[in-house]
């Protein structure tokens, strides 16, 4: 049985940092890329960041690009997404996920089976 638990999210001012965490067990973790979504009020889920099972390559949303890094620990099971300058639009329920199939790195939510429980950031003005 695959368990993602997303931890780190809170409340940050504008231009704040924060950085999730999300445990994964139930996969050889290191042959699985992982991915970042967000859903913020009354919106879709969005992608935002993904990182390849190695770390060594990683995607980005544009809204994102510059201000978050995504890496992970193979060695824990961990992936984080480390939010730097965070704006109010930020503001959002933050998920990991696990994709689908070994090695395949994709923006879209359908290419990710188990998905944790969400962490809510929210970025104060």
């Known amino acids: 049985q695959v368990q993602l638990v997303e931890s780190g999210g809170g409340l940050v001012q504008a231009g704040g940092s924060l950085r999730l965490s999300c445990a994964a067990s139930g996969r050889r973790f290191s042959n699985y890329a992982m991915g970042w979504f967000r859903q913020a009020p009354g919106k879709e889920r969005e992608f935002v960041a993904a990182s390849s099972g190695s770390g060594m390559i990683t995607y980005y949303a544009d809204s994102v690009k510059d201000r978050f890094t995504i890496s992970r620990d193979n060695a824990k099971n961990t992936v984080y997404l480390q939010m730097n300058s965070l704006k109010p639009e930020d503001t959002a329920v933050y998920y990991c996920?696990?994709?689908?199939?070994?090695?395949?790195?994709?923006?879209?939510?359908?290419?990710?089976?188990?998905w944790g429980q969400g962490t809510l950031v929210t970025v104060s003005s």
């Open positions: 996920a696990i994709s689908r199939a070994p090695l395949k790195m994709s923006r879209e939510r359908y290419e990710y089976d188990y």
